[in-house]
């Protein structure tokens, strides 16, 4: 057995850093100027947008044409969230929440707390009976008011529920953002107000809203939760990790002083920040940063149904597509080049394989390795010469314990370590 030293204290003293390279987002024609603000993609092909002035778009090739639906609201638009090729919901401005049942050719609005000063923030839909809607109102010169709802089936009809983490402030306090993985599990972060002295607070429900645990974080921000263990949260270029076993959130980044980013979403521990011209992308869980170059515009939200294929939405009328996660490539003499990566293993956690992909360069004399949190080497996964490319290798982990496990890259003097992680 070897015993794995200097790479371990490598994930433990690795700065953030970022790399100016091409980036693989391809601009999509929206047809608008329009802001877009918000985008839910079902499938390869048919994804869904809406944005300022109540604009909803449709694309049914995965982005190659954009089409504009009937809007029945001039409203901007803040979020829109489809449970299937049929049912979607949209919300925005003046309490707007509209409804399509046929895959967005009809809207129908759903009239509740219908007011000026009322914003729907934020729409994500399971199915015909599980929607949240997170509402803030602007109450002078601040935001206040702030009430999570669940549209869900009492047996009888269907109706707004209120499933907001009211705590002894009472009413007093404003979501901030929230996100579910299950009807059951989520999330939502709050700036609490007892006695006006707001508190930024991560609340966690595991029973769909009825009752929540409720602990302070550093500050409050936008989050994204992939799964139970891969959540993240950001504020003000400033990037939190997850913390479940104390429900709060712990600095591992800092995008700054250059880069300030507020939409996040992440795949387990792959995360995509964006920004005003550029999108930041992490594969280790915040370690490691590179910079993908966009165009001068500001990305507002960002989502991906596989590792490898999401898209982006922001000013102008912005459409981004990766078909390849955003990985960034250099040129030479017009033919591709690849840089030393070792990609996040997917899925992670995993049970009980999971895949390593990486990229060679140069011809290399290449060795794979996975150690446990003792640095023992317990497999081997690759020792050869390999040329230049692209490569995947499944690991399976039928015969090991649940745990955190290391897997190592060497590649001539290119040597780069990430965590797994086995649940069984």
């Known amino acids: 057995m070897k015993i794995l030293r200097a790479p371990i204290l490598i ?3 690795l700065q953030v850093f970022s790399n100016q390279l091409q980036s693989q987002w391809k601009t999509q024609n929206s047809g608008t100027e329009q802001t877009i603000r918000s985008i839910s993609p079902v499938d390869s092909l048919k994804v869904w947008a809406v944005g300022d002035s109540g604009i909803i778009l449709y694309t049914s090739d995965g982005g190659n044409k954009w089409e504009k639906q009937i809007s029945i609201t001039t409203y901007g638009l803040n979020s829109v969230s489809f449970c299937d090729s ?3 919901w949209a919300v925005g401005y003046g309490g707007i929440i509209l409804n399509t049942t046929n895959g967005g050719k009809n809207w129908i609005r759903i009239l509740h707390d219908t007011a000026d000063n009322i914003r729907n923030m934020k729409v994500k839909c399971f199915d015909s009976n599980n929607v949240l809607i997170s509402r803030i109102a602007w109450y002078g010169d601040y935001y206040g008011g702030g009430v999570l709802w669940n549209w869900k089936s009492n047996g009888f009809e269907t109706i707004w529920e209120d499933i907001s983490p009211h705590s002894g402030s009472g009413f007093i306090f404003t979501v901030i953002d929230f996100d ?4 059951n599990l989520g999330w939502v972060i709050k700036m609490d107000g007892l006695n006006f002295n707001w508190v930024p607070q991560v609340s966690k429900t595991t029973d769909g809203g009825y009752t929540w645990k409720s602990n302070q974080i550093p500050s409050a921000g936008n989050i994204s939760f992939s799964d139970s263990v891969n959540g993240f949260l950001i504020y003000d270029g400033i990037v939190h990790q997850y913390a ?3 429900n709060t959130f712990i600095q591992i980044a800092s995008l700054k002083p250059n880069y300030y980013g507020e939409s996040i979403c992440n795949i387990g521990a792959t995360i995509y920040v964006g920004s005003d011209s550029s999108i930041m992308r992490s594969t280790d869980g915040g370690i490691q940063w590179i910079k993908q170059p966009i165009n001068k515009k500001t990305v507002h939200d960002i989502k991906f149904l596989t590792p490898d294929m999401g898209w982006a939405v922001g000013d ?3 459409i981004l597509h ?15 080049v690849f840089t030393f990566e070792l990609q996040q293993n997917y899925p992670n956690p995993f ?4 895949t390593i992909k990486y990229n060679l360069p140069k011809s290399s004399l290449v060795k794979l390795v996975i150690f446990d949190m003792l640095g023992r080497e317990v497999k081997t996964l690759v020792s050869e010469e390999q040329t230049v490319g692209s490569y995947s290798v499944e690991f399976n982990a039928h015969n090991l ?3 955190m496990y290391f897997y190592q890259l060497q590649a001539n003097d290119f040597i780069q370590t990430k965590k797994l992680l086995l649940i069984k």
Request: charged share 10%; no cysteine.
């Open 11 to 13: 994930i433990l003293f």
């Open 86 to 88: 049929l049912i979607g």
């Open 244 to 246: 479940d076993s104390s």
């Open 401 to 403: 314990s649940s745990g």
């Open 180 to 183: 579910f993985i299950s009807p």
């Open 322 to 336: 990766t078909s390849n996660g955003g990985v960034t490539k250099v040129k030479n003499n017009d033919l591709p």
């Open 351 to 354: 049970n009980p394989t999971t």
């Open 316 to 318: 102008n009328g912005l």
